[in-house]
Every structure is written in C-alpha cells, then in structure tokens.
C-alpha cells in the first residue's frame, strides 16, 4: 500500500497536465526517422507525452529509439504509434536537442499478438527519463 502510495505520488509530482487524446498530435512525418511495417502477428505501440504548461513555455526534445534504432523525436502533446512483431523489444528515450539534460532510460517490453499497449514519458526530478505503461 504505501508503495503504491509513493509510485502515485511520484507520477502526479512530474506527469505535467493530464494527457487527452484530443489535445495531443502525431509526431509528424519530418520527425519519424524509421517505418514499422504490420506482420501477422504482432500489436500496435503508442508512446506519449504531457503537454507543458504555458508558464513553462519550453519543450525539450525526447528522442525515442525502438530496439537500438532512432525512431521519433517527439514534443510535449505529441504521440508516436507503431507496429512491432510479437516478442521482447527495447524501448530508449533520452533527451534530444534543447534546453533539457536529462539522462535516458529504456524498458524492455513484451509484444503479444493483437495486444496494444501505450506509454506515457515522464522525467522524475534528478532520476533518468522513463517509460510508464498506462495501456
């Protein structure tokens, strides 16, 4: 319980404002570096990130890389959705070009046929970027 309690904490303390999906955007075309063809078996990937609060008034740049090859860089409010074939996969982010240093993260996940799963980006104070599976 207070585990819980703490990894709730946590998350609240650094996730920004609250996803929507009508508030977010799809990393654009110029920001996708590799394509993830459908196979017969395999599922959907979507990686999001918080919008930032207009106070704030910067974005760093997240760079995501799926199995060790560059993939997206993604802005707050934006996502990136991708087939993957049924397996272990690693996903990496690290922090691209502006004005956050931040050190990266990955997760290793496992890909089941027809079984989409989501992640959400956050960066908790002084700790590496991490992937936090919401779906």
């Known amino acids: 319980m207070r585990t819980a309690l703490i990894s709730a904490l946590l998350l609240s303390a650094c996730s920004g404002v609250a996803i929507q999906d009508y508030a977010s955007n ?13 196979f017969f078996t395999g599922a959907n990937v979507t990686v999001r990130r918080d919008p930032v609060k207009s106070e704030i008034g910067i974005g760093c740049e997240v760079e995501l890389y799926i199995d060790n090859i560059r993939s997206y860089t993604i802005l707050p409010s934006e996502y990136a959705t991708f087939f993957l074939t049924d397996g272990k996969h690693v996903l990496k982010v690290d922090t691209g070009r502006g004005s956050c ?3 990266p993260g990955s997760e290793e996940i496992n890909v089941s046929n027809g079984v989409s799963q989501e992640y959400k980006i956050f960066s908790p104070p002084g700790e590496p970027l991490r992937l936090f599976r919401t779906m």
């Open 26 to 38: 799809k990393v654009p075309q110029d920001r996708q570096y590799a394509s993830y063809q459908k």
């Open 101 to 103: 240093q931040g050190r």
